[in-house]
């Protein structure tokens, strides 16, 4: 039987689902996710069943018929499911590609992660967006070849990193992997075992130089490192951008004032996956010196409609889209 937290979610997408029907979806559903909640340290070793666990997804469907469609698989940030990721689905609507928009917090009693970022191991999504990938490649409507996963902040790491073929080997479905990585502001700040070794699938991140909250510095130098092993992979930065640069929601530049942001952390696995800091050299918590309060977020619309335009033409040409 699904948990209390799980039935109400499934609920509140039904609402949502019934509340703001967009023009270009010719359907909707709502499906279960049979995941499980992982630490990090479990997630590192390859523990395979932590807490299991049951979270939703939506997907929408860009027109009727019985084609094979593309997909693009959603992670949310530390906000949760936000609207600026229903823009998003009604530009990849528009285009033919179905969406499948990923609640990860809701099945799992979590409203909000970003004043207290030990509710969730930042690697979890990651199993969550295998998941949804597994699912998906078995619906009639999805084209299992062409699925890819965009992710925003914490859910922007974790499209960062599902990449890692490490990784995909733990956790990810045997046989498959998604056909391209978008990950949004994503942080860069640690460093894994074999996190260079990633999939030879194209990974475009997107980044705002003015992001004080997960900044994009850190990604610059491992952008590098996999570009000169022969990786498909590019950082393309938006000038004057901060953090969440595409919801227009943010009417006003805003400081997330109880907000904990790790920009001045530095991160490294260590040889018994655990994440230590590397100033330290003792395991990383929320509670060291470094993690701070009070980064900010704003709206830049010159750069949302930048991004929109470069991810757009990167799925039509990597989905092959007439």
């Known amino acids: 039987m699904p948990s209390k937290h799980a039935a109400s979610i499934l609920m509140c997408l039904v609402l949502a689902c019934a509340l703001s029907a967009g023009a270009q979806t010719a359907r909707r559903e709502i499906h279960a996710i049979q995941t499980t909640t992982l630490t990090d340290e479990q997630f590192l070793n390859g523990v395979k069943e932590?807490?299991?666990?049951?979270?939703?997804?939506?997907l929408r469907l860009p027109r009727p018929g019985t084609d094979r469609l593309p997909a693009v698989v959603f992670l949310h940030g530390s906000g949760g499911a936000s609207l600026s990721i229903d823009s998003w689905a009604q530009e990849?609507?528009?285009?033919?590609?179905?969406?499948?928009?990923?609640?990860?917090?809701?099945?799992?009693?979590?409203?909000?992660?970003?004043?207290?970022?030990?509710?969730?191991?930042?690697?979890?999504?990651?199993?969550?967006?295998?998941?949804?990938?597994?699912?998906?490649?078995?619906?009639?409507?999805?084209?299992?070849?062409?699925?890819?996963?965009?992710?925003?902040?914490?859910?922007?790491?974790?499209?960062?990193?599902?990449?890692?073929?490490?990784?995909?080997?733990?956790?990810?479905?045997?046989?498959m992997e998604f056909a391209a990585y978008i990950p949004l502001y994503p942080a860069c700040n640690t460093t894994f075992?074999?996190?260079?070794?990633?999939?030879?699938?194209?990974?475009?991140?997107?980044?705002?130089?003015?992001?004080?909250?997960?900044p994009v510095a850190?990604?610059?130098?491992?952008?590098?490192?996999?570009?000169?092993?022969?990786?498909?992979?590019?950082?393309?930065?938006?000038?004057?951008?901060?953090?969440?640069?595409?919801?227009?929601?943010?009417?006003?530049?805003?400081?997330?004032?109880?907000s904990q942001t790790t920009r001045n952390c530095r991160m490294h696995e260590d040889a018994t996956g655990v994440l230590v800091n590397t100033r330290t050299g003792q395991p990383f918590t929320h509670k060291d010196p470094c993690?701070?309060?009070?980064?900010?977020?704003?709206?830049?619309?010159?750069?949302?409609?930048?991004?929109?335009?470069?991810?757009?033409?990167?799925?039509?040409?990597t989905f092959q889209l007439r």
């Open 50 to 58: 932590g807490k299991a666990t049951i979270i939703a997804g939506e």
């Open 92 to 175: 990849f609507l528009a285009i033919g590609i179905a969406t499948f928009t990923v609640d990860s917090f809701a099945g799992r009693g979590i409203f909000n992660t970003g004043s207290d970022q030990d509710q969730l191991g930042r690697l979890a999504m990651i199993v969550d967006a295998y998941r949804a990938l597994e699912l998906l490649a078995r619906h009639r409507r999805i084209d299992p070849a062409r699925i890819a996963v965009m992710g925003f902040s914490r859910g922007g790491q974790s499209a960062l990193y599902a990449s890692v073929r490490r990784f995909q080997r733990m956790h990810g479905p045997a046989g």
């Open 193 to 214: 075992r074999e996190d260079g070794d990633v999939s030879d699938r194209p990974i475009r991140i997107h980044h705002g130089t003015a992001d004080d909250y997960v």
């Open 218 to 258: 850190p990604c610059r130098p491992y952008v590098a490192r996999l570009r000169a092993a022969g990786k498909n992979v590019e950082l393309i930065e938006y000038p004057g951008a901060h953090h969440a640069f595409d919801n227009p929601a943010l009417t006003a530049t805003t400081m997330a004032t109880t």
């Open 291 to 317: 993690v701070e309060r009070g980064p900010y977020l704003a709206y830049h619309a010159e750069a949302h409609a930048a991004a929109v335009k470069s991810v757009k033409a990167f799925l039509a040409s």
